[in-house]
């Protein structure tokens, strides 16, 4: 049988996308801890550059992280207990009830859901957790999102998969296999300049495409709004993404 193909948005710029991307809180790897019946192994699925699985490693004996680009692969950060593979969510190649956390970051809404779902059901052990969790623009001043929302809606919005919907949706309306908890709430928080902040921009896979189909950069396009919304260019602002976390259980 062959296996699934996906939809590469990535590979292109991994370097710059392992480079610019934001941070998950410590905070949520330390509530996903918690709430594991057992600490031997966990999955990231889709680990891009590796930023969950090398925290999770801290929690977990093993932590397999799989990503169905290889060049994604090849720009993660490398880490004590931490075996990457090239391989698509829905066949990972791990042991069938080996898992005892299975994660998805940013990634769900590019998945065969059902092929994924009866992938997890059959890694994770009795008692294991599936969580999932997704990010959509993150928050600054009025000012500044209101050109990040021009940007994203006006200029790169026809360059969107339409998967991209189903972030701005926060996965609600998505399909869960597991009875689900209610986790807190949590989110993302950097100190950025504004260098930091267009350079965090054109990682979005749709400004990429623009780029690709224009020629020109659209970040570029708003560079003088931006900048005069931000103000000093060196200044430090506070950014903010509020993460959409879904968590269940597989049953005993």
């Not at 290889?70 to 829905?90: C, G, M």
Request: hydrophobic share 40%; proline share 8%; glycine share 8%.
């Amino acid at each position: 049988m062959s296996e699934p193909t996906f939809s590469d948005h990535f590979s292109g710029h991994a370097a710059q996308y392992a480079q610019f991307r934001p941070v998950y809180p410590p905070a949520l790897y330390a509530y996903l801890a918690s709430v594991c019946p057992r600490r031997v192994r966990a999955w990231d699925c889709a680990t891009g550059s590796g930023q969950a699985a090398v925290a999770l490693a801290g929690y977990f004996d093993q932590v397999v992280a799989t990503d169905a680009s290889a060049e994604q692969v090849a720009h993660a950060e490398a880490a004590a207990k931490v075996e990457y593979r090239v391989a698509p969510a829905e066949v990972s190649g791990i042991e069938a009830g080996s898992v005892d956390l299975v994660t998805v970051a940013q990634a769900l809404h590019w998945f065969d859901l059902p092929a994924f779902y009866a992938e997890v059901e059959r890694v994770l052990s009795p008692g294991g957790v599936l969580a999932v969790w997704c990010y959509g623009l993150f928050q600054c001043s009025p000012e500044v999102d209101a050109w990040v929302e021009y940007l994203y809606s006006r200029l790169v919005g026809p360059y969107w998969p339409p998967e991209r919907r189903l972030i701005e949706d926060g996965y609600r309306g998505l399909p869960f296999p597991y009875v689900e908890e209610e986790p807190p709430s949590f989110a993302m928080e950097a100190q950025w300049d504004l260098p930091r902040t267009t350079g965090y921009l054109r990682t979005w896979s749709a400004v990429q495409r623009y780029v690709e189909a224009q020629g020109q950069d659209p970040v570029a396009e708003i560079a003088s709004q931006l900048g005069e919304a931000w103000g000093e260019a060196g200044q430090l602002r506070t950014i903010r993404w509020p993460l959409h976390l879904r968590v269940g259980r597989k049953p005993e």
